[in-house]
Nanobody
Framework: QVQVVESGGGLVQHGGSLTLSCVTSGFTLDYHTIGWFRQAPGKEREGVGCISSSGYTNYADSVKGRFTISRDNAKKMVFLQMNSLKPEDTAIYYC????????WGQGTQVTVSS
């Protein structure tokens, strides 16, 4: 059974840092791209960035230079390192696997206070 489970969210001050984790199971992480998305209250879910099987990363303009995605295939985990956090980064963060269908976790809440 394919699963992705996010963790690591919390409350952080403006300018602070947080690292989110995505634990995967039920598939071989090595071969797949994993994406990070977020959804703020009253807004649509948006892409934050992704990391390919070869480690290539791509980021939304709004987080470029502040967020870093990495992966540890041996641990079956993907990480989202978030620095210089802003109140507008407040959202529920999700990791995503797309293989014919989308697999989502339950999300982890990130709240940035001003």
């Amino acid at each position: 059974q394919v699963q992705v489970v996010e963790s690591g969210g919390g409350l952080v001050q403006h300018g602070g840092s947080l690292t989110l984790s995505c634990v995967t199971s039920g598939f071989t992480l090595d071969y797949h791209t994993i994406g990070w998305f977020r959804q703020a209250p009253g807004k649509e879910r948006e892409g934050v960035g992704c990391i390919s099987s070869s480690g290539y990363t791509n980021y939304a303009d709004s987080v470029k230079g502040r967020f870093t995605i990495s992966r540890d295939n041996a641990k079956k985990m993907v990480f989202l390192q978030m620095n210089s956090l802003k109140p507008e980064d407040t959202a529920i963060y999700y990791c995503n696997l797309h293989v014919f269908v989308d697999y989502w976790g339950q999300g982890t809440q990130v709240t940035v206070s001003s």
